[in-house]
């Protein structure tokens, strides 16, 4: 509607474009104009971009968003060279089970399907193996047993119909995972001036705000829907339980300013810029 109709968008929702990993490259190739990127889905290749996915970091999905869209605009056009970053945003999530888990240690020997790479370095240090299989994939590998637990958000495991196999769900702010819009550049280039006025428009920070908050509050909703669903238990953990999870997964901070380092960026002082933009908007778990 803002660009009077001279900007026309034809929606691929289900990877008909390709998969859910490729995004970025198939916005970088021309193969979309933008994509819609769980960088993720490609451990390691966006280092500074994963810090979004540390455990116990991020609270509140829409300031969690606005800080990582704030913070991020200095690595973007290194680390996203090849598309045009419009905006990134967030969405937090905890450990779904078919048993109650309060310890970090009770994670060991089991089968736990992670949401992201950062995610997936977290069961590995604590003694779980990883199942990779899809989003849509997931219930049935609950089902059949090759999964023991899945982290995701909340009103995902309805929408996915995971809430028929996992009854406990950890009260925590586990993680979050990133996701960032991009564009073609040579599909942004060949805009008039009005229609990049458009876009421009909602690929700032304000933009990331509002969709963090609407995606993941909407998210965060399905906790309320859980705790009211017969069969179903919100476990609680208690102060010295959170400590524990916290001290566990310690190491993967080290190990993310370490791949900043790599990637020649200060770690330390990286990560902590960023805890000072989640302080900002009081989304610093």
């Known amino acids: 509607?803002?660009?009077?109709?001279?900007?026309?968008?034809?929606?691929?929702?289900?990877?008909?474009?390709?998969?859910?990993?490729?995004?970025?490259?198939?916005?970088?190739?021309?193969?979309?104009?933008?994509?819609?990127?769980?960088?993720?889905?490609?451990?390691?290749?966006?280092?500074?971009?994963s810090v979004g996915e540390l455990p116990f970091l991020i609270s509140k999905p829409g300031g969690g968003s606005q800080?990582?869209?704030?913070?991020?605009?200095?690595?973007?056009?290194?680390?996203?060279?090849?598309?045009?970053?419009?905006?990134?945003?967030?969405?937090?999530?905890?450990?779904?089970?078919?048993?109650?888990?309060?310890?970090?240690?009770?994670?060991?020997?089991?089968?736990?399907?992670?949401?992201?790479?950062?995610?997936?370095?977290?069961m590995s240090l604590l003694g779980a193996t990883n199942v990779q299989v899809s989003a849509p994939e997931s219930r049935d590998a609950l089902e059949k047993g090759v999964a023991d637990a899945i982290t995701f958000p909340w009103t995902s495991i309805l929408t996915f119909g995971i809430d028929k196999v996992a009854k406990f769900h950890n009260d925590q702010r586990l993680y979050a995972s990133t996701f960032v819009w991009v564009l073609n550049k040579d599909w942004y280039a060949g805009l008039g001036p009005n229609q990049k006025k458009v876009i421009d428009d909602h690929c700032n920070n304000e933009w990331s705000a509002k969709v963090g908050a609407a995606w993941g509050d909407d998210e965060d909703s399905g906790q309320g829907?859980?705790?009211?669903?017969?069969?179903?238990?919100?476990?609680?953990?208690?102060?010295?339980?959170?400590?524990?999870?916290?001290?566990?997964?310690e190491p993967l901070y080290t190990r993310w300013t370490e791949a900043a380092g790599k990637a020649g960026h200060d770690g330390k002082a990286a990560l902590e810029a960023f805890r000072t933009e989640l302080r900002k908007h009081d989304a610093l778990n």
């Open 225 to 249: 829907v859980l705790e009211k669903t017969e069969g179903h238990t919100i476990v609680k953990l208690t102060p010295e339980q959170h400590k524990a999870w916290r001290d566990a997964v």
């Open 67 to 122: 800080a990582l869209d704030t913070w991020y605009a200095q690595y973007a056009p290194t680390e996203m060279k090849d598309v045009k970053v419009c905006l990134t945003h967030v969405h937090v999530g905890t450990l779904h089970s078919k048993k109650p888990i309060t310890e970090p240690g009770q994670l060991k020997g089991m089968k736990v399907r992670p949401s992201n790479g950062t995610v997936s370095q977290m």
């Open 1 to 49: 509607a803002a660009s009077n109709g001279s900007i026309k968008v034809v929606f691929f929702p289900a990877q008909q474009l390709g998969k859910a990993a490729d995004h970025y490259d198939m916005a970088r190739d021309g193969i979309a104009d933008m994509t819609w990127v769980n960088p993720g889905y490609q451990a390691g290749r966006f280092p500074m971009m």
